[in-house]
């Protein structure tokens, strides 16, 4: 590959991501959530292992300093350890149910957080094996076995079949969401496009995106640029309105990710509850999972938003 | 090397090329807009893409994808303000009975024409914006490859509106040291790329001149809430303190240009749209807004300085 070449571009690299039409936000079909409800929310803690020393030449570094990187291992670890007991608290207090990104190594590294989950009627999906192990490079038949690994760790020590998935660490490749239908998944957040579901093109059998956020991400706005608590609770709360609002007329999905090590800091935690008690006091809001909304979206109005596609792509395949 | 250092070719009063001469911002002669209002409203709107295989190289525009390739992410994520952000944008905009300039990239036109069939209904301004983000106008480029970058972009814009296309945006705002001269040969009739004055001024370009527009780039939506982190309340208080700034300034010094650079993929989402409709609907309540398209702006500008652009454009 030639990137970054002035001018220069491979030819076997894409252009277009090519996996959805363009639906744009105005005549697009009408979806309608159980109960009447406006507003599909849902909650998605990020739950991490990252290994001390793992493997080299993924592409990126995967901890900035050289090992072993004793602060930032810990500073993942603090959301293990502290963290994620405190977002638990909080998600259960509102009675939140959440849909789990999980790295499926917790499960053999600290089964009780898994078993946690479990017990509070929490959905676990697949974020792939270690969240130090990114899927860029590799063939199709090794993502097969990673996720499989994954698919088949998070069943044997919970009981769920996984039903979606996140790669880890926003690694991809050109085809994993191709890979995805043959394991048995049902729903990505790999793609953000939109405030609702979205039909995207497979190799084979279905998929949908199901709306989850870089935008009001607590890894990003606190973790990564720098927010404080009050502003990150801020941004949550004029998201949830604004999508509230237009869900009237039509339907809308709002994902809140979350990282225990970022979210689950005492002085964070006050503004989790802030955002939740917020969610929760509003009448016409769905208190969904993940999977939920992926069942409901299949069922209802899957094959409707199919009808509305362009005939002409948003980047053809 | 030392004697290159030590040595200073442009070391003279006035600027170090030939673009345009220094003008002080105080000692320009007074602009009247229309109505006697003090302050032009220019609203952009950049209509993007940016593609998966962008180069690094030169250099990434604000907003490039930069999560290593293939970057479905950050793409998905520019691509929801052509899908979702931008509708947001019109419905504000609808609201208040304004206008824009849509600043659009060649790509978007063939992938989005349900989109520009909904920015000529609205009779906004199209202005071209290059090819797409992964093809910036650079220093090294060849003048026939940028003449071919900006004849097929101006083409494809007005093959599809049928509109004249007359303002120019590069992406990321990169020019080459004929950028101004091939878009004045292509009937370009202004650019929006320096970021060096609140008020329109006539650059020279090549045998003829074109029109500098004044388009923020330290108050666009991306550099501040995106490039800054700074929230949207932030952003609110500062654009709303250069209106005032500037609506202050015109009683001396006459007319006055406030742009927004807004762009889908970032006041568009839901957390910032309200703010947006805030700014628009605190600055329309007054009555000291002239709302104009880049082109009116520009032609009323001309109109009013054609002495001083003489001046100017003097060698």
């Known amino acids: ?317 | 090397m030392t004697d290159d250092r030590l040595t200073y070719r442009h070391r003279r009063r006035g600027l170090d090329h030939n673009w345009f001469e220094y003008e002080a911002i105080f000692g320009r002669a007074p602009l009247a807009w229309p109505g006697g209002r003090p302050v032009a409203l220019w609203i952009s709107v950049a209509v993007e893409f940016f593609p998966l295989d962008a180069p690094a190289l030169p250099f990434r525009p604000l907003g490039g994808l930069d999560r290593g390739y293939p970057d479905f992410w950050s793409y998905s994520n520019r691509d929801y303000g052509n899908r979702i952000g931008i509708y947001r944008i019109m419905r504000v905009l609808d609201g208040l009975g304004l206008r824009a300039t849509a600043a659009v990239n060649a790509a978007a036109v063939r992938r989005f024409p349900r989109l520009i069939t909904e920015i000529v209904r609205r009779d906004w301004e199209i202005a071209a914006h290059g090819l797409d983000m992964g093809h910036v106008h650079h220093g090294a480029l060849a003048a026939v490859d940028e003449r071919a970058m900006i004849e097929e972009t101006r083409d494809t814009l007005t093959q599809a509106t049928g509109l004249a296309v007359k303002g120019w945006y590069s992406p990321g705002r990169g020019e080459s040291i004929d950028t101004l001269r091939l878009l004045c040969e292509n009937g370009f009739e202004y650019a929006a790329d320096w970021a060096n004055d609140d008020l329109p001024y006539m650059m020279k370009a090549g045998a003829g001149t074109i029109c500098a527009m004044p388009l923020t780039h330290e108050l666009a939506d991306r550099v501040l809430l995106v490039h800054h982190n700074r929230t949207v309340e932030d952003y609110e208080r500062q654009v709303l303190e250069a209106f005032h700034v500037l609506e202050t300034e015109a009683e001396r010094y006459g007319g006055r240009v406030l742009s927004l650079s807004l762009s889908p993929w970032v006041i568009g989402y839901p957390h910032r749209i309200v703010a947006l409709e805030r700014i628009l609907a605190s600055i329309m309540k007054s009555d000291a807004v002239w709302p104009a398209t880049g082109i009116a702006i520009a032609d009323t500008y001309k109109g009013q300085t054609g002495r001083q652009i003489a001046r100017n454009t003097q060698a």
Request: charge should be negative; proline fraction near 7%.
């Open chain 1, 1 to 317: 590959l030639r990137r970054g070449e002035p001018g220069e571009r491979a030819v076997s690299m894409l252009t277009d991501a090519g996996r959805y039409d363009y639906l744009p936000l105005i005549d697009r079909p009408k979806i309608e959530w159980p109960g009447g409800a406006s507003l599909a929310f849902w909650a998605a803690p990020n739950i991490e292992f990252y290994e001390l020393d793992p493997p080299d030449g993924q592409g990126r570094p995967l901890w900035p300093r050289p090992y072993p990187d004793i602060l930032n291992y810990s500073l993942r670890d603090y959301g293990n350890r502290a963290g994620v007991w405190r977002m638990m608290e909080a998600l259960e207090r509102f009675n939140v149910r959440a849909s789990v990104s999980l790295n499926a190594a917790m499960c053999d590294h600290i089964p009780d957080i898994v078993q946690e989950c479990v017990r509070l009627g929490w959905e676990l999906f697949s974020h792939g094996i270690y969240n130090t192990r990114l899927i860029s490079g590799l063939s199709e038949d090794e993502v097969r076995t990673v996720i499989g690994d994954s698919i088949a760790t998070i069943r044997r020590h919970s009981g769920q079949d996984v039903a979606g998935f996140l790669a880890p660490a926003i690694s991809a490749t050109e085809t994993f969401l191709d890979l995805l239908p043959e394991l048995g998944i049902r729903y990505t957040v790999d793609m953000m496009p939109d405030d609702q579901p979205v039909p995207l093109k497979v190799r084979s059998g279905r998929l949908i995106a199901v709306p989850y956020s870089t935008e009001i991400n607590d890894i990003r706005v606190m973790g990564m640029r720098g927010y404080s608590p009050d502003e990150w609770a801020a941004m949550v709360k004029a998201c949830f309105d604004q999508l509230y609002r237009e869900g009237k007329d039509n339907g809308t999905v709002m994902c809140m990710p979350l990282h225990p090590f970022v979210v689950g800091h005492p002085h964070r935690i006050a503004a989790l509850h802030d955002v939740l008690d917020h969610v929760t006091s509003r009448d016409g809001v769905w208190l969904a999972t993940a999977r939920e909304i992926a069942d409901w979206y299949y069922e209802r109005h899957y094959e409707d938003a199919l009808r509305f596609c362009d005939v002409v792509p948003g980047g053809a395949r």
